[in-house]
């Protein structure tokens, strides 16, 4: 589509719409990432059970916001966009209340479960505004620049963590979560149109929704990429669970833990501007399948090298990077891939789909992130093990995707 056109359907230009979804998405960012740095003291002064439950802080937010999609779905293709933004900031907002009052650490995870169900509204809708706006591979590229926008926030969020807490304590860091939110909604107020009309909305009914489910996960390309998101950021998940014990703990590097991470937030950045440069090319599915067998590779090899050296630091931030690269190339790729052929049924197709893969890799993730022994193999196993199961879903996707084709072809 043109700029004119997102345009008219959201009220800005194509700039301000794609910087607008990218700010809109970094809200999952930096409610994980700002946190990062001050988990182990978070575990200390709420004296946590055992070093790896302070983890449970990034789990419960991907709970909450895999439980929040099932139902900003439906309510976003049946009252539009605008609604559920305002719906899920102030579920984030009573979140992050909840979380600077907590005085033991189940009251922190009930605040972060319910920051996650908050996070729900703006990520469903985010996803639903550039359907809405955009299809095919303009899509792809609308969303691998949204991505190399949202990957700036991981990059400076483990900084800006990390100076609250130079200054304050942890708990600002929920202050900040709080002027956030309030920020987004101004802008959200004054300057975002509504982009789904009244006529193409869907009543909200327990059997629209259910023949709505039922499209999705028995669409074989939809079903077997989002079951794809599921893995293999299952494994990315088990990297943030474990990220903060792995730079500080393993590695002994301190403060400088934020400017690692972010390094390896920016590599995220290069690829998903590398991919909406070759997106057009060599296709979105080219581009998936490469870089799955690529981490599987990388990862495999990595893990075999445990066996020969021992594992300086360095050397974990090569392989960090190398994946990282390929993640940058799989987000917005795998992302347009579920939704392509879910346009008519954006919001709800974006709620399963988001639903079904968040609560996979939260569940995989913090399995890998509690394996944690400090040792980098538990991730290792999880990036090619699970690495392998996506590739095979893809490749299960494409073969009917050929095989439909070919079945139009003799039609023809």
Request: with cysteine; glycine share 10%; charged share 10%.
């Amino acid at each position: 589509m043109k700029e004119n056109q997102s345009t008219l359907a959201s009220g800005m230009g194509s700039k301000e719409f794609t910087l607008f979804v990218a700010l809109l998405m970094s809200i999952v960012a930096i409610s994980i990432d700002a946190l990062l740095p001050a988990l182990g003291v978070i575990g200390g002064d709420m004296q946590a059970e055992h070093a790896n439950q302070a983890q449970l802080l990034i789990s419960m937010i991907f709970l909450g916001m895999a439980s929040g999609q099932l139902i900003a779905g439906p309510l976003s293709d049946a009252l539009g966009r605008k609604p559920i933004l305002f719906i899920g900031f102030s579920l984030y907002l009573i979140g992050s209340v909840v979380c600077f009052f907590a005085n033991d650490i189940q009251g922190l995870l009930l605040g972060r479960f319910i920051q996650g169900l908050g996070v729900s509204g703006p990520y469903i809708a985010a996803m639903s505004l550039v359907r809405d706006a955009y299809k095919g591979i303009q899509m792809a590229k609308t969303m691998s620049i949204v991505m190399l926008i949202f990957v700036m926030v991981p990059a400076i969020a483990p900084s800006l963590g990390q100076l609250i807490m130079a200054i304050a304590d942890w708990k600002a860091i929920f202050e900040m979560y709080f002027v956030y939110a309030v920020l987004l909604l101004l802008w959200i107020t004054f300057r975002l149109k509504e982009t789904l009309p009244k006529e193409k909305r869907i009543k909200l009914s327990l059997k629209g929704f259910g023949f709505a489910f039922k499209e999705v996960i028995s669409h074989r390309i939809t079903i077997s990429y989002t079951l794809c998101m599921g893995l293999f950021f299952g494994s990315f998940i088990g990297y943030l669970n474990s990220s903060q014990q792995i730079f500080q703990d393993q590695f002994k590097v301190g403060e400088a833990f934020s400017l690692y991470f972010g390094a390896l937030a920016l590599v995220l950045g290069v690829a998903s501007m590398v991919n909406a440069k070759i997106v057009g090319k060599y296709g979105m599915q080219a581009i998936v399948i490469r870089a799955i067998s690529s981490i599987v590779i990388i990862s495999a090899l990595f893990l075999a090298l445990h066996g020969l050296v021992e594992i300086q630091f360095w050397m974990f931030m090569v392989f960090a990077a190398c994946l990282f690269f390929c993640f940058g190339l799989l987000f917005g790729n795998t992302n347009a891939l579920a939704m392509e052929p879910m346009g008519h049924i954006a919001g709800i197709a974006s709620a399963v789909i988001g639903c079904v893969s968040s609560l996979m890799s939260m569940s995989l993730g913090t399995l890998i992130g509690q394996m944690y022994d400090n040792s980098l193999i538990p991730l290792c196993v999880g990036f090619s093990c699970l690495g392998s199961l996506a590739l095979c879903l893809v490749i299960w996707a494409e073969k009917g995707r050929k095989k439909d084709t070919d079945l139009d072809a003799v039609a023809v």
